[in-house]
């Protein structure tokens, strides 16, 4: 599967309920959920079987202040209504775990600002 950084993809991140080990805690989304493709995929072959993403809300509780990027409705991402980029929940996920690879995408600003929101996240700035 060929994605691009920026990209939206939609992730299943719903666990199997017969088998107990796939309880995360903290819980995890157990639903279909948007994200955004913030791996350097120039860097990957793509045939790697994971890629980094941050998943995106349409709840503004989920959102930090000065740690979101705020996405508004546009032809280019797709979205119906303001959704919200979560950094502080960047996650690697197995490709397969990925429904649908979207022809949406945030813009190359939006991209640079998340990622430099992801690496304020993890410390990177300190």
Known sequence: MELTAGQIVTVDWRRDPLDPAQDPHPPEPNKLRPAVVVQDTGLFDPSFPTVLVVPMTGDPELALPDLTVVLEPSASNGCKKRS???????????????????????????????????????????
Not at 84 to 98: E, N
């Open 84 to 126: 919200y980029l979560l950094p502080q929940h960047l996650t690697c996920v197995a490709k397969t775990r990925i429904r649908t690879a979207t022809d949406s995408r945030i813009s190359p600003a939006e991209l640079q600002q998340l990622r430099q929101l992801v690496v304020l996240a993890i410390g990177g700035l300190s």
